[in-house]
């Protein structure tokens, strides 16, 4: 068939620019929110790209699979495998999803600009397969539908699939769908690749029963058989997969420091902000020094954005845009826990009370002007006993100054002098 | 009449109504995110205003089923018969969602009625212009098209009555009128040759 006769019958062509408005206006609103690495990057614009084409391109197929049917290619005596000829009915449908999520890279890539790092392959190609896997899902349902029922039923179909389990409980089963918005990923973590096995599996198990229903239809044994067990082999494994998983597809990040040595000290801060090392190691190695003296500890050998997994390794973070006193913030309330504790719901007192006034005094020991850290923490009720405790002898601070760490460790022990 | 009714799957179009009506009172304000053009941001978007579509598809179908070559020379009105069809399935899904809103069942069952009259009317306007195969694709992409475009709080445009609450009389008149004018067209329809 000729070219310009082929692309004009491919309905991918004209639904083309509905995929890219469509995931312009989701991506536009999340480019704001992408975090300095390229993982965050490829999770935003995959994601975008799988709820932006996976109904469109869905609801594309089932009108190329009605076409099909109605041009009866798979009756009478087979000239090619039906493998050819899905194979060129699709190639419009993967050449306009492959283009758009392009567009979505376009898009993403002056956000990431000059940040080290390149879209992660795997992410990239588990979106497509969960492109490729509703297409062929929508080609197999034209076989049996008309195109006035089959188009809207998997546009709207595989919009709640994509959509609606970011609104349901168990939490495991938004990580099914291929759409990780929102879920993944900071600086300091990485997709959890059990999600994106998940995800595959959920995909390749559609697509090959929506190729085994639309090659051979449903009344051999076999492609009942599969119909079943296919999806539910792949939903077992899948679901073991992500079944401890929370809300959010990522973990924490093990590799990827750069180091350098300040003073004695090891300073390591993530690759994707290797350009502010030398910067933030002036900064964080002094006031370490400071911090320790006040808080009765030897100074650190290793301040770092990893995990700190000793006494002598402390954390800190050099977030984008951080100036001076971020930093040394940042390093100050390193101490704090990041979150209270599971049983903290169940205490009678409220244990998180020692956040702000513990906070704000590792960060005046760490060297930073009172007015700055009030302007961070914002109005505090309670900056009288910050200003009692710090006219105490240095004994006493650091014994407040333990109390009241392991009372936001701890769900036992109350936090004193914080009011 | 028992050949024109296995024709146009009158079974299967009442199953259907009755299964849209089910799911709309289980779907309750259930919502899924979408993407707003105008608030920059996904904004919830209750299942049971979107459920409608696929029932307005069955009808449709169901409605424009058949030899169209046939039923314009034939004795009986086979184009009344389509339109009974498709008025009847609305009226009752209609009485269904006047029960659910004002029975206290699910607030938005009566919008839910009215969006599968607007989007059947839509379908029968997109089955005159562009054939039966291509009839949902204007009452789709109209309904996607209010989904990017709303605001999400206040009062609704008239244009955005799919996206409207049950009380809203402006919506449910758009909708109406919408209706009315695919069941006229649809009864002043004739086949045109080569088309689907």
Same mark, same amino acid.
């Given at each position: 068939?000729?070219?310009?006769?082929?692309?004009?019958?491919?309905?991918?062509?004209?639904?083309?620019?509905?995929?890219?408005?469509?995931?312009?206006?989701?991506?536009?609103?999340?480019?704001?929110?992408?975090?300095?690495?390229?993982?965050?990057?490829?999770?935003?614009?995959?994601?975008?790209?799988?709820?932006?084409?996976?109904?469109?391109?869905?609801?594309?197929?089932?009108?190329?699979?009605?076409?099909? *049917?109605?041009? %009866?290619?798979?009756?009478?005596?087979?000239?090619?495998?039906?493998?050819?000829?899905?194979?060129?009915?699709?190639?419009?449908?993967?050449?306009?999803?492959?283009?758009?999520?392009?567009?979505?890279?376009?898009?993403?890539?002056?956000?990431?600009?000059?940040?080290?790092?390149?879209?992660?392959?795997?992410?990239?190609?588990?979106?497509?397969?969960?492109?490729?896997?509703?297409?062929?899902?929508?080609?197999?349902?034209? *076989?049996?539908?008309?195109?006035?029922?089959?188009?809207? /039923?998997?546009?709207?179909?595989?919009?709640?699939?994509?959509?609606?389990?970011?609104?349901?409980?168990?939490?495991?089963?938004?990580?099914?769908?291929?759409?990780?918005?929102?879920?993944?990923?900071?600086?300091?973590?990485?997709?959890? *690749?059990?999600?994106?096995?998940?995800?595959?599996?959920?995909?390749?198990?559609?697509?090959?029963?929506?190729?085994?229903?639309?090659?051979?239809?449903?009344?051999?044994?076999?492609?009942?058989?599969?119909?079943?067990?296919?999806?539910?082999?792949?939903?077992?494994?899948?679901?073991?997969?992500?079944?401890?998983?929370?809300?959010?597809?990522?973990?924490?990040? !093990?590799?990827?420091?750069?180091?350098?040595?300040?003073?004695?000290?090891?300073?390591?801060?993530?690759?994707?902000?290797?350009?502010? /090392?030398?910067?933030?190691?002036?900064?964080?190695?002094?006031?370490?020094?400071?911090?320790?003296?006040?808080?009765?500890?030897?100074?650190?050998?290793?301040?770092?954005?990893?995990?700190?997994?000793?006494?002598?390794? @402390?954390?800190?973070?050099?977030?984008?845009?951080?100036?001076?006193?971020?930093?040394?913030?940042?390093?100050? !309330?390193?101490?704090?826990?990041?979150?209270?504790?599971?049983?903290?719901?169940? *205490?009678?007192?409220?244990?998180?009370?020692?956040?702000?006034?513990? %906070?704000?005094?590792?960060?005046?020991?760490?060297?930073?002007?009172?007015?700055?850290?009030?302007?961070?923490?914002?109005?505090?009720?309670?900056?009288?006993?910050?200003?009692?405790?710090?006219?105490?002898?240095?004994?006493?601070?650091?014994? @407040?100054?333990?109390?009241?760490?392991?009372?936001?460790?701890?769900?036992?022990?109350?936090?004193?002098?914080?009011? | 009449?028992?050949? +024109?009714?296995?024709?146009?799957?009158?079974?299967?179009?009442?199953?259907?109504?009755?299964?849209?009506?089910?799911?709309?009172?289980?779907?309750?304000?259930?919502?899924?995110? #979408?993407?707003?053009?105008?608030?920059? &941001?996904?904004?919830?978007?209750?299942?049971?205003?979107?459920?409608?579509?696929?029932?307005?598809?069955?009808?449709?179908?169901?409605?424009?089923?058949?030899?169209?070559?046939?039923?314009?020379?034939?004795?009986?009105?086979?184009?009344?018969?389509?339109?009974?069809?498709? #008025? &009847? #399935?609305?009226?009752?899904?209609?009485?269904?969602?006047?029960?659910?809103? +004002?029975?206290?069942?699910?607030?938005?069952?009566?919008?839910?009625?009215?969006?599968?009259?607007?989007?059947?009317?839509?379908?029968?306007?997109?089955?005159?212009?562009?054939?039966?195969?291509?009839?949902?694709?204007?009452?789709?992409?109209?309904?996607?098209?209010?989904?990017?475009?709303?605001?999400?709080?206040?009062?609704?445009?008239?244009?955005? +009555?799919?996206?409207?609450?049950?009380?809203?009389?402006?919506?449910?008149?758009?909708?109406?009128?919408?209706? #009315?004018?695919?069941?006229?067209?649809?009864?002043?329809?004739?086949?045109?040759?080569?088309?689907?």
């Amino acid at each position: 068939m000729p070219l310009h006769r082929w692309l004009r019958s491919a309905a991918a062509l004209y639904a083309l620019p509905v995929m890219g408005v469509y995931l312009y206006l989701l991506l536009s609103g999340e480019l704001q929110n992408i975090a300095d690495n390229w993982r965050d990057a490829t999770v935003v614009a995959t994601s975008s790209g799988v709820m932006a084409l996976g109904p469109t391109c869905a609801a594309v197929g089932a009108w190329e699979g009605a076409r099909l *049917r109605r041009g %009866g290619v798979l009756d009478g005596t087979p000239v090619r495998r039906p493998a050819a000829v899905l194979l060129w009915s699709a190639l419009p449908i993967g050449a306009a999803a492959v283009a758009v999520l392009a567009f979505a890279f376009a898009l993403v890539t002056p956000e990431v600009g000059g940040i080290p790092g390149a879209p992660d392959p795997p992410v990239v190609a588990v979106g497509l397969l969960v492109i490729g896997a509703w297409s062929l899902a929508g080609v197999a349902a034209g *076989r049996f539908l008309h195109p006035a029922i089959g188009v809207p /039923l998997l546009l709207i179909g595989t919009w709640l699939w994509l959509a609606y389990p970011q609104a349901l409980e168990p939490l495991w089963i938004r990580h099914l769908t291929g759409e990780n918005l929102g879920t993944c990923c900071s600086t300091d973590t990485v997709l959890d *690749r059990r999600v994106l096995w998940a995800q595959a599996l959920v995909a390749a198990a559609v697509a090959v029963v929506a190729y085994l229903v639309w090659s051979r239809g449903f009344r051999p044994i076999a492609v009942k058989a599969a119909v079943v067990a296919v999806p539910a082999a792949a939903l077992v494994v899948a679901v073991s997969l992500v079944d401890g998983l929370g809300a959010d597809s990522d973990r924490p990040r !093990t590799g990827g420091l750069e180091c350098v040595r300040e003073q004695g000290v090891e300073v390591c801060v993530w690759r994707e902000r290797r350009a502010r /090392l030398g910067y933030a190691a002036r900064l964080v190695v002094p006031a370490s020094r400071r911090l320790a003296v006040a808080i009765g500890m030897p100074a650190p050998r290793r301040i770092t954005e990893g995990a700190a997994r000793d006494r002598e390794s @402390w954390h800190f973070t050099v977030a984008p845009q951080a100036g001076d006193d971020d930093v040394v913030f940042a390093l100050a !309330t390193g101490f704090l826990p990041p979150a209270s504790p599971p049983c903290a719901k169940d *205490r009678e007192f409220d244990g998180d009370a020692a956040y702000v006034p513990v %906070g704000t005094w590792l960060a005046i020991k760490a060297g930073l002007p009172r007015a700055v850290v009030a302007a961070k923490t914002g109005p505090m009720e309670n900056g009288d006993a910050v200003t009692r405790v710090l006219a105490r002898p240095r004994a006493d601070q650091i014994r @407040w100054f333990r109390r009241n760490l392991a009372a936001l460790r701890s769900c036992d022990i109350r936090p004193v002098d914080v009011e | 009449m028992d050949l +024109w009714t296995r024709v146009h799957q009158v079974a299967r179009t009442a199953l259907t109504m009755g299964c849209t009506v089910v799911l709309v009172a289980l779907a309750g304000e259930s919502a899924v995110p #979408a993407p707003s053009l105008v608030r920059g &941001a996904l904004i919830g978007t209750p299942i049971a205003l979107a459920l409608p579509l696929a029932a307005a598809a069955v009808l449709i179908r169901a409605a424009t089923a058949g030899p169209a070559v046939l039923e314009d020379v034939a004795v009986r009105p086979a184009r009344l018969y389509g339109a009974v069809l498709v #008025a &009847a #399935a609305c009226g009752g899904v209609l009485a269904a969602g006047v029960v659910l809103t +004002w029975g206290g069942l699910q607030p938005l069952g009566f919008a839910a009625a009215r969006n599968l009259l607007g989007l059947t009317g839509l379908a029968l306007i997109g089955n005159r212009a562009h054939g039966r195969a291509a009839a949902t694709v204007l009452p789709t992409a109209y309904l996607f098209l209010t989904l990017m475009v709303r605001h999400g709080a206040g009062p609704m445009p008239p244009w955005l +009555w799919p996206l409207a609450d049950s009380s809203d009389v402006a919506a449910a008149v758009t909708a109406a009128v919408a209706f #009315a004018c695919g069941l006229v067209l649809h009864l002043r329809a004739r086949h045109r040759p080569g088309g689907d």
